[in-house]
């Protein structure tokens, strides 16, 4: 069973930045696609970043700019660097990965972005 963990975490003030880490139980290139996603309270849970196998990477538009997915092969972690951040990207990020037949998921980590 895959296991994804993320952390990093916070509170951090208006822009400030995080870096959000998920660590895999597996050699992250044996997925198809890793990223994150997000959801705000009462929101649906939306794209922010992913990186294929082959490193390309995609991201919300309402991140480009300012969010960076990026990845440790030796270390099998997926990191999001998130600067100029803003109330609205407060929400929990999701870690997931995609193998072609299911989507793994990590529980989820808290980031609130407060004055």
């Known amino acids: 069973q895959v296991q994804l963990v993320e952390s990093g975490g916070g509170l951090v003030q208006p822009g400030g930045s995080l870096r959000l880490s998920c660590a895999a139980s597996e050699t992250i290139f044996s997925f198809i696609l890793m990223g994150w996603y997000r959801q705000a309270p009462g929101k649906e849970r939306d794209l922010v970043a992913t990186i294929t196998r082959t490193g390309n990477t995609n991201y919300g538009d309402s991140v480009k700019g300012r969010f960076t997915i990026s990845r440790d092969g030796t270390k099998n972690t997926v990191f999001l660097h998130m600067n100029s951040l803003s109330a609205e990207d407060t929400a929990v990020y999701y870690c997931?990965?995609?193998?072609?037949?299911?989507?793994?998921w990590g529980q989820g980590t808290q980031v609130t972005v407060s004055s």
């Open positions: 997931h990965a995609n193998i072609p037949t299911r989507t793994y």
